[in-house]
């Protein structure tokens, strides 16, 4: 029987997911008509998606929140540095090598494969350990009251400064793989253990030092896969072009999304199983959890893993080929200039569809005591992403090299936090990469995919340095329309306390006359 907190959780997801499959829908009853089978695909995927969010962040709810903050303020209990320092680095890799979009991206960088027997494990695995290691320089800011935007701004001088060894074609994946990495599985875990370890921290600086682990923990992937790119000296990075599914029947398309089914629960099952033994090891040696907590949380990893696999077969299966479709006949359309308002539209909508945007938002409301509200976050992702995915689609149609829109959207982000109250570059810079998740990896991408081609006739040696880049660029977006929110906050809370100063002063002059 489904309990009330999941038919809330379910019912939530269907407002995030049904106005942008309401705009997909309009398209391809107007300017981008889908093939039968493929808009079968789609319609079971908008149920799989709602059902798949709905379960997913009750699970979080129940489980990896729960986790994350015992194990983040255990490990300060414990005030031993190289206990901290070791299992930062143990917890980022394990939870990253568990992050599903990692496995997308991956898949679809084939020179990086090519170069070790390794395979896609070899950018799975360098991405995880810098992951590992920027979490434990996280942990250890908070330990030592580091700020948060001194760190961002010497990581990310350093990551262009690598870039500059790099072929260009790597440029874009090197920036994407810092958002694909903080996705449905890592964030709920990461954002969970700095609010543990800020916890024991009291005022203001624990609240502020709660946010600021997925900001680093983006950087991380940053480097280490551009870094990857120096040493292998990677160059000209292909891609090859999937073939579209080809649905006749419904009974093709129940095949196809048996496949992903299948598919997805393999790789949910070894990303949630290295989560689950850290956790056990973690219960063994602590006892932390009583029985009942015990019981809670072993459903909570029900609800995670049945969540992801339905959601994630259903963002794939679903809503990738459709992407490639929409982004080929719009591209098609007017020179291809309908795509930059229809982009923007589904920019302002995809981040509401993203589940660990949900997490995010709730965490933010909750460590503020509500004077941040999920609403006002929201609304500011939703327009930040919104302006990020125009960019992304004029690069398609024009060409324009992605630093000329990275390094001036950096150095803006970065001016910012000079100006936001510490608490706001913090969740600015979390929400980056939370916005960048699996919708835009498998609608988003592909449609840039799918119009990238179209406008090449075919030829996919574009796609890499034009079509990529779309995950930077949403994960760039939040950077400055969150600290804007937060420059905007200050002023009106300086403003209320002076004129309550000017009040209680006319009030005590009063007494005194």
């Keep these: 029987m489904m309990t009330k907190a999941l038919r809330d959780k379910i019912i939530e997801s269907l407002t995030s997911i049904l106005p942008i499959a309401l705009i997909i829908l309009v398209l391809a009853l107007t300017f981008t008509p889908l093939d039968t089978g493929i808009f079968v695909l789609f319609i079971i995927g908008v149920f799989l998606l709602i059902f798949g969010m709905g379960c997913f962040t009750q699970g979080a709810d129940m489980s990896m929140l729960v986790i994350g903050e015992k ?82 701004i010497v990581f990310y001088v350093a990551a262009f400064i690598v870039s500059i060894f790099v072929d260009k074609s790597f440029w874009a994946v090197g920036f994407d793989s810092g958002g694909v990495t903080t996705g449905p599985m890592t964030v709920p875990f990461i954002m969970s253990l700095g609010v543990g370890v800020a916890s024991l921290r009291a005022g203001k600086g624990g609240r502020d030092d709660s946010f600021g682990l997925v900001a680093l923990s983006s950087v991380g992937p940053i480097i280490a896969v551009l870094v990857l790119g120096v040493v292998f000296k990677v160059n000209d990075v292909e891609y090859e072009l999937a073939a579209m599914p080809v649905v006749d029947d419904t009974f093709e398309a129940l095949m196809q999304y048996a ?75 007017w020179g291809g200039w309908l795509l930059i308002p229809v982009g923007m539209l589904i920019g302002y909508f995809v981040v509401a569809a993203e589940p660990a945007v949900h997490v995010l938002n709730k965490q933010v409301e909750r460590m ?79 449609m840039a995919i799918g119009a990238c081609c179209a406008l090449h006739g075919g030829a996919t040696e574009f796609v890499m340095t034009d079509a990529f880049g779309c995950v930077a660029f949403v994960a760039l977006a939040p950077l400055i329309s969150i600290q804007i929110l937060g420059i905007a906050y200050k002023y009106k809370t300086g403003k209320i306390k002076r004129r309550f100063l000017t009040v209680e002063e006319k009030f005590l002059q009063y007494e005194v006359d």
């Design 71 to 152: 194990i983040g303020s255990a490990m300060t209990k414990s005030r031993k540095i190289w206990l901290i320092a070791l299992l930062s680095f143990v917890i980022g890799i394990i939870v990253t090598v568990a992050e599903p979009d990692l496995q997308i991206l991956a898949r679809q960088v084939d020179a990086v494969a090519k170069v070790t027997p390794l395979g896609n494990w070899l950018l799975i695995l360098t991405v995880a350990v810098g992951v590992g290691v920027f979490l434990m320089i996280a942990m250890l800011r908070i330990v030592f009251h580091i700020r948060l935007s001194i760190l961002l």
């Design 259 to 333: 496949h992903g089914f299948l598919d997805h629960s393999q790789e949910v099952a070894i990303a949630i199983a290295p989560i689950v033994v850290f956790f056990l090891l973690f219960q063994l040696f602590t006892r932390s959890f009583h029985k009942r907590q015990l019981v809670r949380i072993v459903i909570g990893f029900v609800y995670t893993g049945v969540g992801l696999i339905l959601f994630l077969t259903g963002a794939n299966t679903g809503f990738m080929p459709v992407g490639r479709a929409i982004g080929k006949a719009l591209s098609e359309l």
């Design 368 to 446: 503020s005591a509500g004077a941040i509200s999920a609403k006002s976050m929201k609304r500011a992702l939703c327009a930040g992403v919104c302006i990020s995915l125009g960019l992304a689609m004029m690069r398609i149609l024009t060409g324009i090299n992605i630093f000329y829109i990275l390094v001036p959207g950096y150095v803006a982000a970065l001016a910012l936090t000079f100006f936001a109250p510490p608490l706001f570059t913090g969740i600015a810079f979390d929400s980056g990469g939370v916005a960048s998740g699996a919708m835009v990896s498998s609608f988003v991408l592909p």
